[in-house]
T-cell receptor, first 111, second 115 residues
Framework: SQELEQSPQSLIVQEGKNLTINCTSS?????LYWYKQKYGEGLIFLMM?????EEKSHEKITAKLDEKKQQSSLHITASQPSHAGIYLC???????????FGQGTRLTINP | EAQVTQNPRYLITVTGKKLTVTCSQN?????MSWYRQDPGLGLRQIYY???????DKGDVPEGYKVSRKEKRNFPLILESPSPNQTSLYFC??????????????FGSGTQLSVL
């Protein structure tokens, strides 16, 4: 089983609608990172959360890390075609050697 | 421009023919790593390097080799590629690799097909 579970695995929304992607772990997350990937391309860093209860926003994207530091959500307000892609959460789970990643959420925006 | 550069972008090869995927970063980062991305399995770490001449295995190191002779370069070597190594490969780097403090910078990826 995955150490980081993302849900949903895919999401199709109408342009202009809000949406939320979740990232859940059974272990404490020491650093939570959100990335966006255009299909078949590299990962673009979106946000990093470190503290329980932390919330960050950039343009129309807001990410939160819960108080227990085991779950994060990514919320997009008034979605646009440019938001389409694969969203991945990555986390430090105690070891400094790597980030562990979720399977990704494939987001499609219909005009 | 600060970046991680991978080459080639696309590669088609045949079973058993040795190949190298290059990775270079211009940010003076100490930490570098290779991941592979497969449908349904997400990103899995192959090897990583905490500094020059220091490398270690990740979760899926079988069939791969790496070297870190200079800080900026971290090539991935497939001595005898097999079809199960067909995947999208990413190189990543960060200034240091301390828990919860350093984001990874990723290259654009190398799509490898082994026939």
């Amino acid at each position: 089983s995955q150490e980081l579970e993302q849900s949903p695995q895919s999401l199709i929304v109408q342009e202009g609608k809000n949406l939320t992607i979740n990232c859940t772990s059974s272990k404490t997350l020491y650093g939570l990172y959100w990335y966006k990937q255009k299909y078949g391309e590299g990962l673009i860093f979106l946000m990093m959360l470190q503290k329980g209860g932390e919330e960050k926003s950039h343009e129309k994207i807001t990410a939160k890390l819960d108080e227990k530091k085991q779950q994060s959500s990514l919320h997009i307000t008034a979605s646009q075609p440019s938001h389409a892609g694969i969203y991945l959460c990555g986390a430090d789970m105690g070891g400094a050697q790597k980030l562990v990643f979720g399977q990704g959420t494939r987001l499609t925006i219909n005009p | 421009e600060a970046q991680v550069t991978q080459n080639p972008r696309y590669l088609i090869t045949v079973t058993g023919k040795k190949l190298t995927v290059t990775c270079s970063q211009n940010m003076n980062h100490e930490y570098m790593s290779w991941y592979r991305q497969d449908p349904g399995l997400g990103l899995r770490q192959i090897y990583y390097s905490m500094n020059v001449e220091v490398t270690d295995k990740g979760d899926v190191p079988e069939g791969y080799k790496v070297s870190r002779k200079e800080k900026r370069n971290f090539p991935l070597i497939l001595e005898s590629p097999s079809p199960n190594q067909t995947s999208l490969y990413f190189c990543a780097s960060s200034l240091l690799r301390s828990v919860g403090n350093e984001k990874l910078f990723f290259g654009s990826g190398t799509q490898l097909s082994v026939l």
